[in-house]
């Protein structure tokens, strides 16, 4: 099936740096990709919807300066998590469409800790 | 709006024993139902789906059944296994708001010991 790769698992960043995680369709191209907050203990949170070639849709309370996306390609959407301040660490999943309509592919996720 | 209630968890339980974790939805339209896992430090995956009232999806001895009438989706197995030890979310897309984005439930731990 399709493959959505997610880069880095895992990061450990200085409060004030930006850090850039990459989402990648492997075996397809999707013009809309899904970025995810996860909280400890709580459901998954959309923050944004990626569309190639355009800006990205933000969810309402999502800080569209500091969440900066770009789906500069059809297999390829970043999330740069810019000033980050510990309040920012959390796990975040990118998905896509899955494209043969079997619901929605998920990257393995990215654990985001803010020193 | 859409709305997805699963149960609390964790659910615990010992190897062998029988599963459900419930699920319902509210939906303006008529929406398709998945279930997703996630085990510890990975993404989801998709475990299966229905598409329709009374499709049955199953995979690797989990099923459910799209109720409609009930508006639930329970996940059950018959006999869970050690390495089923995951979180499991339950989920609605329904397009005919304008977006086939999923609605989330908050998400069941289940923990099995041998």
């Known amino acids: 099936g399709a493959v959505v790769s997610q880069h880095p698992s895992r990061v450990i960043c200085k409060s004030g740096t930006s850090v850039k995680i990459e989402c990648r369709s492997l075996?397809?191209?999707?013009?809309?990709m899904f970025w995810y907050r996860q909280f400890p203990k709580k459901s998954l949170m959309l923050m944004a919807t990626?569309?190639?070639?355009?800006?990205?849709?933000?969810e309402q309370g999502v800080e569209k300066d500091k969440f900066l996306i770009n789906h500069a390609s059809l297999t390829l959407s970043t999330l740069t998590v810019t000033s980050a301040h510990p309040e920012d660490s959390s796990f975040y999943i990118c998905?896509?469409?899955?494209?043969?309509?079997?619901?929605?592919?998920f990257g393995s996720g990215t654990r985001l800790t803010v020193v | 709006g859409n709305s997805v209630t699963q149960m609390e968890g964790p659910v615990t339980l010992s190897e062998e024993a029988f599963l459900t974790i419930n699920c319902t939805y509210t939906?303006?339209?008529?929406?398709?139902l998945f279930w997703y896992v996630q085990y510890p430090g990975e993404g989801l995956q998709l475990l299966l789906k229905?598409?329709?009232?009374?499709d049955k999806g199953s995979n690797k001895g989990f099923e459910a059944t799209y109720r409609k009438e009930t508006t639930s989706f329970h996940l059950e197995k018959g006999s869970v296994q050690v390495s089923d030890s995951a979180v499991y979310f339950c989920?609605?897309?329904?397009?005919?708001?304008?977006?086939?984005?999923?609605?989330f439930g908050r998400g069941t731990s289940l923990i099995v010991h041998p």
């Open positions: 998905s896509a469409r899955d494209p043969l309509g079997l619901g929605y592919t």
């Open positions: 075996d397809f191209q999707a013009t809309t």
């Open positions: 990626s569309n190639e070639g355009s800006k990205a849709t933000y």
């Open positions: 939906a303006t339209g008529y929406p398709s």
């Open positions: 229905a598409t329709k009232a009374d």
């Open positions: 989920a609605l897309s329904d397009p005919s708001g304008g977006s086939y984005i999923p609605t």
